[in-house]
């Protein structure tokens, strides 16, 4: 649960706050002006919209989402549905790939088979390729940075990677392949001496560090400046570098995404919420890495949530991983929970903690031991002969 929660990270408030310093206030009245009229005053391109047509394409749909594509003088409508029939895909699966990502037929041909054959090193079967550009046909569509894109699959190849793990990156997280090699490299670097020097065995950094590459690819995209001025904030707190070590497993990297500023906030609240030593907070932190990486509004309106509904304070600390879940979820689990006649204010939270089929499974363990009729295992058995 706390890896998609995570997955849907805002960034620092303080960093947010120095983009909108750093934006225009107003946009240019004649700059808007001019785009307008220019986009009105170009016609579509008719043997676009006919070639479009004949492949059972939704022009409507183009129009609606991304009508400037037809407007281009020059595509390559039968080109590029050609390489994709030639990869197998049928004529569904074309018009659908063309409708999603109408700028596929403004890509060069050429670029496009270059594009084709560096996904057949991590995909080697044409079905299989087909469908990963059916579902995300923006990312093998960008067809920039295509020798660096090269480079980088041989080099994740080279670290052990397995290639579908690869072809995972290369459509959910293709930002990674912008990245020069030696950034990728440099940050690989640092992450293994951190391994290193946090006690993490030779013997174990390998799997250590194509298991957090998998969770979480975008840890590349930090500097290593990032990484090496987060672990010395932590340090500074007083974690061990076991403890270190935990949360760089249980965040699955994420940690290095975080801004000391916005995590020494976090844990200042924590720490007056629960009313905790530095030890007590440390353990707490460990347990629910969440209380890092939440901001303090969001950390404030779950702990009041919670109270609202009759749950303590020493419940919370006790099962710190409640704060995962929002207000509503934690409202419709205890109603749940309530019905079955579990008072969840003098139990224990961890029967409405967890993932959705976590808690589920739990609920239905409670509900059949309510209905199971009580049974005497000693008692004489009353059988009419």
């Not at 390559?76 to 999603?100: C, D, F, K, M, P």
């Not at 965040?251 to 007056?272: A, D, E, H, T, V």
Request: hydrophobic letters at 40%.
């Amino acid at each position: 649960m706390l890896s998609k929660l995570l997955m849907r990270s805002q960034p620092c408030r303080l960093c947010s706050f120095r983009k909108r310093l750093s934006a225009p206030k107003y946009r240019p009245f004649l700059a808007f002006f001019t785009c307008t009229t220019d986009s009105q005053s170009k016609k579509e391109n008719k043997k676009t919209v006919e070639k479009l047509f004949k492949l059972s394409v939704d022009i409507r749909k183009i129009r609606r989402l991304k009508g400037w594509v037809l407007l281009e003088d020059e595509t390559y409508v039968e080109e590029i549905a050609n390489i994709l029939q030639q990869l197998g895909a049928s004529e569904t699966a074309v018009a659908s790939i063309l409708e999603r990502c109408p700028e596929a037929i403004i890509c060069s041909p050429t670029a496009v088979n270059t594009q084709r054959e560096l996904w057949q090193l991590v995909c080697k079967n044409e079905e299989k390729l087909v469908k990963l550009i059916e579902q995300f046909p923006e990312s093998f569509f960008t067809v920039k940075d295509q020798e660096n894109r090269k480079l980088n699959i041989q080099f994740f190849q080279e670290l052990g990677l397995k290639n579908v793990v690869i072809s995972r990156f290369l459509t959910t997280a293709s930002n990674i392949f912008h990245n020069p090699i030696e950034k990728n490299k440099q940050v690989i670097k640092i992450l293994q001496e951190s391994y290193l020097n946090l006690g993490g065995s030779e013997a174990n950094m390998k799997v250590w560090l194509l298991k957090l590459l998998s969770q979480n690819p975008f840890i590349l995209l930090n500097s290593s400046a990032a990484i090496k001025e987060t672990l010395e904030f932590f340090q500074k707190q007083g974690f061990t570098n076991f403890e270190i070590l935990q949360l760089l497993s249980k965040l699955k990297g994420f940690l290095f995404q975080l801004c000391p500023r916005s995590i020494q906030n976090s844990m200042s609240f924590s720490k007056n919420a629960f009313k905790s030593t530095d030890h007590d907070l440390k353990q707490l932190v460990l347990k629910c890495p969440a209380l890092l990486y939440y901001s303090v509004p969001v950390l404030e309106e779950r702990i009041q949530g919670l109270l609202k509904e009759g749950i303590s304070i020493a419940q919370i600390r006790e099962t710190p991983m409640v704060l995962e879940l929002t207000p509503q979820i934690v409202q419709y689990r205890i109603r749940k929970l309530n019905s079955l006649g579990y008072g969840i204010k003098d139990g224990h939270l961890a029967n409405i903690n967890g993932t959705k089929k976590e808690f589920e499974a739990n609920f239905g363990k409670i509900q059949a031991k309510k209905g199971r009729p009580l049974f005497n295992p000693v008692a004489p058995l009353n059988v009419e002969e």
